[in-house]
């Protein structure tokens, strides 16, 4: 093994290569979003070739409109090494008012042995020609959520490197103490980051846990399992991790999404699909995406606004504007139709189960690839 993935990628702005764009893309998915000080929309998710392998790219696009009108292949993260593949990106804007883009890379095939999560800094995501920094090699694994800045001032990144049935195995016995959900951490706001602690569980796979900082200063862990959502508790600071089972939360084995609001309250936004709690067949079924509310850090959620039914749903990622809007982008069937939508809600209307903001809505479509599918080549 060559180790591609641990190299430089390239940055790719507004390419003309129709593969790198919607009308030539195949597939396509696995969404993020975040907003700037000055209310710019950026986006991003992944795409290339015909499905999750080598030769995949990130996908940044941007919205200086609200989400009404967005670019096409405003910038790509692509690795020059075909063997290699750039994946699950993250956006997050840190105090600073920076812009991070986090994403995964790994050789031959889906699953190398390590990965590792990189990132790349805009430091003026506002300007009219904003420029990312070089890019940085992080830590091991994946990261698909955004990071938790700490009470403290600290800052957690939830990157996980897989060991489970579903794929490989381990390439790289020397990072045996890393193979789970973990933490790496910085205490310089972005300039180091270190690996702090990690936990284990059954049932775990892929992971992709966020981790929120409860209001008795005790972190709150939540992870994908085969079956549910998974958690565990620390408290100190995420040096180690306690009380590691199951949240009761359902789960149709996909990634979910918790935010702490700006009023203290917490979002969850989950498939509820009410047959996944009697027959287990239904576990895999990803529809019925739901928005909570928790006004008591996560022991009961109130309120359920249905953002989406149908089958072929899944990932949602969201951030809160000063207004109170929250954003919400998610994926719809990701070989087929291929969309990556919007909905953008406020707590009111999740606590009334409806939409009742003049200035909310559901299932905005913000891109959708047209490139020719596999069977018709």
Same mark, same amino acid.
């Given at each position: 093994?060559?180790?591609?993935?641990?190299?430089?990628?390239? $940055? $790719?702005?507004?390419?003309?290569?129709?593969?790198?764009?919607?009308?030539?893309?195949?597939?396509?998915?696995?969404?993020?979003?975040?907003?700037?000080?000055?209310?710019?929309?950026?986006?991003?998710?992944?795409?290339?070739?015909?499905?999750?392998?080598?030769?995949?790219?990130?996908?940044?696009?941007?919205?200086?409109?609200?989400?009404?009108?967005?670019?096409?292949?405003?910038?790509?993260?692509?690795?020059?090494?075909?063997?290699?593949?750039? @994946?699950?990106?993250?956006?997050?804007?840190? +105090?600073?008012?920076? =812009?991070?883009?986090?994403?995964?890379?790994?050789?031959?095939?889906?699953?190398?042995?390590?990965?590792?999560?990189?990132?790349?800094?805009?430091?003026?995501?506002?300007?009219?020609?904003?420029? @990312?920094?070089?890019?940085?090699?992080?830590?091991?694994?994946?990261?698909?959520?955004?990071?938790?800045?700490?009470?403290?001032?600290?800052?957690?990144? +939830?990157?996980? =490197?897989?060991?489970?049935?579903?794929?490989?195995?381990?390439?790289?016995?020397?990072?045996?103490?890393?193979?789970?959900?973990?933490?790496?951490?910085?205490?310089?706001?972005?300039?180091?980051?270190?690996?702090?602690?990690?936990?284990?569980?059954?049932?775990?796979? @892929?992971?992709?846990?966020?981790?929120?900082? =409860?209001?008795?200063?005790?972190?709150?862990?939540?992870?994908?399992?085969?079956?549910?959502?998974?958690?565990? @508790?620390?408290?100190?600071?995420?040096?180690?991790?306690?009380?590691?089972?199951?949240?009761?939360?359902?789960?149709?084995?996909?990634?979910?999404?918790?935010?702490?609001?700006?009023?203290?309250?917490?979002?969850?936004?989950?498939?509820?699909?009410?047959?996944?709690?009697?027959? +287990?067949?239904?576990?895999?079924?990803?529809?019925? $995406?739901?928005?909570?509310?928790?006004?008591?850090?996560?022991?009961?959620?109130?309120?359920? $606004?249905?953002?989406?039914?149908?089958?072929?749903?899944?990932?949602?990622?969201?951030?809160?504007?000063?207004?109170?809007?929250?954003?919400?982008?998610?994926?719809?069937?990701?070989?087929?139709?291929?969309?990556?939508?919007?909905?953008?809600?406020?707590?009111?209307?999740?606590?009334?189960?409806?939409?009742?903001?003049?200035?909310?809505?559901?299932?905005?479509?913000?891109?959708?690839?047209?490139?020719?599918?596999?069977?018709?080549?």
């Amino acid at each position: 093994m060559n180790m591609g993935s641990m190299t430089t990628p390239r $940055l $790719l702005w507004q390419p003309e290569n129709e593969k790198y764009l919607s009308a030539g893309r195949r597939w396509q998915g696995i969404p993020g979003i975040e907003r700037t000080r000055n209310g710019r929309l950026y986006a991003a998710w992944y795409s290339g070739m015909t499905g999750e392998m080598t030769g995949n790219f990130v996908i940044v696009e941007k919205s200086d409109d609200d989400g009404r009108t967005w670019t096409d292949g405003f910038l790509i993260i692509e690795h020059e090494d075909a063997n290699v593949r750039c @994946f699950d990106p993250a956006l997050w804007m840190d +105090p600073q008012g920076r =812009l991070w883009v986090f994403w995964a890379q790994s050789e031959h095939g889906q699953f190398d042995g390590r990965h590792g999560v990189w990132a790349a800094v805009c430091s003026h995501p506002d300007a009219d020609s904003p420029e @990312f920094s070089v890019p940085r090699f992080l830590a091991n694994g994946v990261m698909l959520n955004k990071p938790t800045v700490l009470s403290n001032g600290d800052w957690l990144l +939830p990157c996980s =490197l897989w060991y489970n049935s579903t794929v490989s195995g381990p390439g790289h016995p020397e990072l045996e103490k890393e193979w789970g959900a973990n933490f790496y951490l910085s205490k310089d706001q972005g300039r180091t980051f270190s690996y702090l602690s990690g936990f284990t569980m059954p049932d775990q796979i @892929f992971d992709e846990h966020s981790v929120i900082e =409860l209001k008795d200063g005790r972190l709150w862990a939540l992870i994908r399992l085969k079956h549910g959502i998974g958690q565990a @508790f620390s408290r100190d600071m995420g040096k180690t991790w306690e009380n590691i089972g199951h949240s009761g939360h359902p789960g149709p084995n996909s990634r979910f999404n918790i935010t702490r609001l700006k009023n203290g309250d917490l979002l969850f936004i989950n498939h509820m699909n009410p047959t996944c709690l009697v027959s +287990p067949s239904d576990w895999a079924r990803r529809d019925n $995406l739901m928005a909570m509310i928790s006004k008591d850090d996560g022991k009961t959620w109130i309120g359920g $606004l249905m953002l989406d039914t149908r089958e072929g749903i899944s990932y949602p990622d969201a951030v809160e504007a000063p207004d109170g809007r929250i954003y919400v982008i998610y994926d719809y069937s990701r070989y087929r139709e291929r969309e990556i939508l919007m909905a953008v809600i406020r707590p009111e209307d999740i606590l009334e189960g409806g939409i009742i903001s003049g200035d909310t809505y559901l299932r905005r479509v913000i891109n959708k690839a047209t490139g020719k599918l596999p069977n018709e080549a």
